[in-house]
């Protein structure tokens, strides 16, 4: 299908080269003050998981600033909010613990990388320090920290994302409910499908 493919770590860098020596010293074992400042800041992150087969997902993880709980220096929890149940992170989890996060401040062009492996956990106290109008999460998603470290702003400089000028106009996509209508041949009425969305937005986000 394609001319070329690269194949090996050598031909790679030959092409683009190696990390300058403050890429490279970036990374740290742990939470220092400026980590720790930017996840209380943060009220969205990527989880990034493999199952045991090797098969990927990434996964939007969403709450209050600061939903992310710091345990320790090498330690991080999140809750696990109610959704669609698929549980594909989860369960990516349960066979391969090792797991990639990339957390975002709005506004703020550089992200945040942390890298580790996950366990899933029911202490009840965690849970307890994660309740929202008095409703716990059933689980929580602990994080081991092997590795952490700031990423520069080039991606969001290129994609303009924090610019709401260069955004796409109201509807300029379907709405979730039209897309799945189409998508899966339903019967019911995209409009029918988009008021059941929205009533499950309002009873079900804890």
């Not at 990339?102 to 945040?112: D, I, N, Y």
């Not at 492996?117 to 059933?138: K, N």
Request: charged share 20%; proline share 8%; net charge negative.
């Amino acid at each position: 299908m394609f001319d070329h493919v690269v194949t090996s770590v050598g031909e790679l860098r030959d092409l683009l080269g190696e990390p300058g020596p403050t890429t490279s010293a970036k990374s740290l074992p742990g939470l220092d003050p400026h980590s720790r400042a930017f996840l209380a800041l943060s009220p969205f992150a990527l989880l990034a998981t493999s199952g045991a087969d090797g098969t990927c997902d990434v996964s939007p993880r969403g709450d209050a600033a600061g939903f992310v709980r710091v345990l320790d220096d090498n330690t991080v929890a999140l809750p696990e909010r109610p959704g669609n149940r698929r549980l594909d992170s989860l369960v990516n989890v349960l066979g391969n613990p090792h797991v990639g996060l990339l957390f975002l401040v709005p506004g703020v062009r550089e992200t945040l990388r942390l890298n580790g492996t996950a366990s899933i956990v029911r202490d009840p106290a965690l849970l307890a320090s994660f309740a929202v109008d008095g409703r716990e999460p059933l689980v929580a998603l602990a994080v081991r920290v092997e590795e952490v470290f700031l990423h520069c702003q080039k991606a969001f400089r290129r994609s303009a994302l924090w610019r709401p000028e260069t955004w796409p106009a109201p509807g300029a996509l379907p709405t979730l409910g039209r897309m799945l209508v189409d998508q899966l041949a339903l019967e019911q009425t995209a409009e029918d499908l988009d008021a059941e969305l929205e009533e499950d937005y309002a009873g079900h986000l804890y």
